[in-house]
């Protein structure tokens, strides 16, 4: 089946310094691609839908200056945490679509900001 | 506001039992319920889905039922596999089709595990 790679897996880093994080589908081309992030005991939350060669959109609440996303390529997106605090510490993942509307997730990213 | 819920955190069942999984939703606008399996370290795959003209998808094991004046879902599962032991959450989408596709509410999930 389609497979979506994301890294790295985890990060730790130091608080005012910027993490990338890379979405990749592996064996089809994503347009679109979408990014989540889920805090401990809460469900995934929508953060950003991705379209390749054109701006992010952002959901309500999502600042699109702290959280940057590039689509350059149809089959790799990338979100910038950008000067990171403790409070993004969050589980961030990436979902692209596939064939016929599917979605096909990557693993996941558990952010930590000392 | 928690559009999506799933309001038992773990479940436990034996195997060979029947598992059921449930989850309710707030937005009537939602016309499209997906379920999601999570293993430990790896990303959400798609498990089955129902649109919200029908009341019950079935696939193998895996059955989906959609009560809409209710505005609730439940994903059966039967016989239930020490292997289905994972997170399963609930999903909806507004306006199905499209990338809208994308656009899913997710409840928290419920810890199924099936014991031997």
């Known amino acids: 089946g389609a497979v979506v790679s994301q890294h790295p897996s985890w990060v730790i880093c130091k608080s005012g310094t910027s993490v990338k994080i890379e979405c990749r589908s592996l064996?089809?081309?994503?347009?679109?691609m979408f990014w989540y992030r889920q805090f401990p005991k809460q469900s995934l939350m929508l953060m950003a839908t991705?379209?390749?060669?054109?701006?992010?959109?952002?959901e309500q609440g999502v600042e699109k200056d702290k959280f940057l996303i590039n689509h350059a390529s149809l089959t790799l997106s990338t979100l910038t945490v950008t000067s990171a605090h403790p409070e993004d510490s969050s589980f961030y993942i990436c979902?692209?679509?596939?064939?016929?509307?599917?979605?096909?997730f990557g693993s996941g990213t558990q952010l930590s900001v000392l | 506001d928690q559009q999506v819920k799933q309001n038992s955190p773990s479940l436990s069942v034996q195997e060979g039992r029947i598992s059921i999984l449930n989850c309710d939703y707030t937005?009537?606008?939602?016309?499209?319920f997906l379920w999601y399996k999570k293993y430990p370290a790896e990303g959400p795959t798609f498990l089955i889905s129902?649109?919200?003209?029908?009341d019950k998808n079935e696939d193998g094991r895996f059955t989906v039922f959609l009560n809409k004046s209710a505005k609730h879902l439940s994903l059966h599962i039967v016989p239930s596999q020490p292997g289905d032991s994972a997170v399963y959450f609930c999903?909806?989408?507004?306006?199905?089709?499209?990338?809208?596709?994308?656009?899913?509410?997710f409840g928290q999930g419920t810890i199924l595990t099936v014991h031997p």
């Open positions: 979902s692209a679509a596939g064939g016929g509307g599917k979605l096909f």
């Open positions: 064996d089809f081309q994503a347009t679109t």
């Open positions: 991705s379209n390749e060669g054109s701006k992010a959109t952002y």
């Open positions: 937005n009537s606008m939602f016309d499209y």
């Open positions: 129902i649109s919200s003209i029908k």
């Open positions: 999903a909806a989408s507004a306006g199905a089709g499209g990338t809208s596709y994308g656009k899913l509410t």
